[in-house]
């Protein structure tokens, strides 16, 4: 105590003295000397009670029914033992075509505003022309296609296992085993809170849906431990986030669309809540990437064991999985280090092996740049991967049976793998794949940036084996279906 307080005021001490040294190298004149100073003195002890402010007794209306209760559906988890009642994804009666052609731009998307002034009359004051939605419309906050309906249903799916997996974690692991891993009961409270947070957006999908929306199944879960516990959190809700950005801005309901993307900002915030207490680079992005609605169910089925009898299904592809055998492992002090198949199973997003050897994990350590301890961000000196790292892969052939009751079975349309996908923020960027075996190979990773100091490829990200190297960009990443031989994610960060 004495020594903290000791160092603020020599530091304010200085500041009041003489202008510092620019903290921010290249922002001069940062020497503005701030009139107020933090007051020193000790911190209470005792609380409460407060003064009494002015106030009234109010009483909230009733709130609108959720579908789920805060803790809901599965009590047991485990693998399907059974055996499936119908096999393959839900089909339309009828399929016309193999692959999407590719088209010239929309030849009405040429507006370029030359003066910056607007180019048309204004519908009312302060309001320039042009939106949609904007003509007076009345909002209707329900699926419009059957492409509205298969992704919010696939996004009903995810936010099922987000509640039944974080609840999961809190039951099965002690207040003892969180405090190894650094995370104390406030940080339970947050996790329990986040599970709770689930039922209001299954709610709110469930309603936008009708009433054969997806309910409730039983999972598998990977972890053995709080840390893989967490890993896998971080991986579950990066596939969440980015898949919902990926058929975002498709929907065909504008209203759908706008409610779902206020219940994503928080599963965003899930996944970097969840990257904290893993203790690595909170946010060592510019932005987050978009991907295929069947990426998101590539990921997600191979942990939901069984569902009940009439669930609806989904029309999505199953892709074989591509596995990285030198995962880099974020509970090593040194990330090079990380053995061969140094995951929990063999699953695309099981999580990394942390019961490692003591003097090799970094839960524990107490240095600046190695410990992965939970943090508001850590620097890790020795960056999980960097461009031109080697990447040892593994495919599956494609015809396992995956997802609920075994019911979905692997497909890939693709001719013999060539490339490697990497797709990271704004990003798709391919590099060689040099095949060593049947089910083999290995790539380097690339070094690309976004723009000019961000290379593309960190976080938990998404890699594709294909046949070809297609130039696509977020808007239409989903046409890379058809060349996608197998699907694995990289923890590049
Ligand atoms: C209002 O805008 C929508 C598109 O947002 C359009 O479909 C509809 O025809 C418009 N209605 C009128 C009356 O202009
Ligand atoms: C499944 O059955 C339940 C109970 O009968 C019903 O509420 C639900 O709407 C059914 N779901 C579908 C997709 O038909
Ligand atoms: C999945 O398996 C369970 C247990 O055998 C069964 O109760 C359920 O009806 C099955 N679901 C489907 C969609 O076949
Ligand atoms: C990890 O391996 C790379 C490539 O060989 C090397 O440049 C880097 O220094 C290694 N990291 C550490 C901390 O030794
Ligand atoms: C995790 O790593 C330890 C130490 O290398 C090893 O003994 C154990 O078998 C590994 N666990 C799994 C599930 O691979
Ligand atoms: C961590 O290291 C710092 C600086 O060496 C020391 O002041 C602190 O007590 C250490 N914390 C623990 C938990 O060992
Ligand atoms: C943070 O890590 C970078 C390397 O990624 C290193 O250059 C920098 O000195 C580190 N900063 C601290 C405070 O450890
Ligand atoms: C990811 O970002 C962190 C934090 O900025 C950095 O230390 C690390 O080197 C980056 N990794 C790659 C692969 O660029
Ligand atoms: C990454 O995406 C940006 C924005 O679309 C683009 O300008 C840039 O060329 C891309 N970089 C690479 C390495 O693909
Ligand atoms: C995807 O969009 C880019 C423009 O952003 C275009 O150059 C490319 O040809 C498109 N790819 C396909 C397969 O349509």
């Known amino acids: 105590m004495f020594t903290k307080t000791f160092c603020v005021s020599t530091l304010l001490t200085a500041l009041a003295a003489a202008a510092p040294a620019p903290q921010v190298a290249g922002y001069p004149d940062a020497d503005a000397s701030f009139p107020a100073t933090q007051p020193v003195g000790p911190a209470p002890t ?169 309910v409730q199944c039983t999972y598998n879960y990977p972890f053995r431990t709080v840390r893989e516990f967490i890993d896998f959190n971080q991986k579950l809700t990066r596939w969440g986030e980015s898949g919902v950005w990926g058929f975002l801005n498709h929907l065909d309901s504008r209203e759908a669309a706008q409610m779902l993307s206020q219940s994503i900002a928080t599963e965003a915030r899930q996944q970097i809540s969840f990257r904290q207490m893993l203790g690595v680079p909170a946010m060592p992005e510019w932005f987050e990437t978009g991907i295929p609605q069947s990426w998101a169910w590539t990921y997600l089925a191979p942990y939901i064991s069984e569902c009940p009898a009439n669930q609806t299904r989904l029309i999505w592809q199953n ?97 013999a793998p060539k490339f490697v996908a990497w797709v990271s923020q704004l990003n798709l960027t391919y590099t060689p794949l040099t095949v060593t075996g049947e089910h083999t190979g290995f790539t380097y990773q690339p070094a690309g940036e976004v723009y000019e100091g961000d290379p593309a490829v960190n976080n938990t990200m998404f890699v594709a084996l294909t046949d070809s190297d297609v130039f696509l960009t977020p808007f239409n990443l989903s046409m890379i279906n058809p060349h996608v031989v197998a699907l694995g994610l990289y923890q590049a960060g």
């Open 46 to 214: 005792s609380f409460g009670p407060d003064s009494q402010i002015p106030a009234i007794h109010t009483v909230a209306p009733p709130a609108p029914p959720r579908v789920s209760s805060d803790v809901t559906g599965a009590t047991s988890h485990g693998p399907f033992s059974g055996s499936p009642t119908t096999t393959g994804a839900e089909k339309a009666s009828t399929t016309l075509a193999q692959m999407i052609p590719p088209l010239p731009p929309n030849p009405t998307h040429t507006y370029y505003n030359q003066n910056g002034k607007p180019q048309q009359p204004a519908p009312i004051p302060y309001t320039p022309f042009g939106g949609l939605g904007t003509n007076g419309t009345e909002p209707r906050y329900m699926v419009n296609s059957d492409f509205d309906y298969e992704s919010l249903a696939l996004g009903l799916y995810q936010e099922w296992i987000e509640l039944d997996l974080f609840n999961n974690g809190l039951a099965v692991f002690s207040e003892e085993d969180f405090l190894e891993a650094g995370l104390t009961a406030e940080d339970r409270a947050y996790i329990a809170y986040m599970a709770i947070q689930e039922t209001g957006h299954a709610t709110l999908l469930t309603n936008m849906l009708g009433h054969t929306a997806p």
């Open 319 to 415: 892709f074989p999985a591509l596995l990285i055998e030198n995962q880099p492992n974020p509970n090593r002090v040194s990330p090079n280090d990380t053995k061969p198949w140094e995951t929990v199973g063999r699953r695309v997003a099981d999580p990394s092996n942390s019961t490692i050897p003591p003097e090799e994990s970094c839960v524990n350590v107490n240095a600046t740049g190695y410990s992965c301890g939970p943090a508001i961000s850590r620097n890790r000196s020795e960056p999980l991967s960097f461009p031109g790292r080697q990447v040892d892969l593994y495919w599956e052939l494609p015809g396992q049976a995956v997802g609920p009751n075994n019911s979905y079975v692997t497909s890939t349309s693709a001719g």
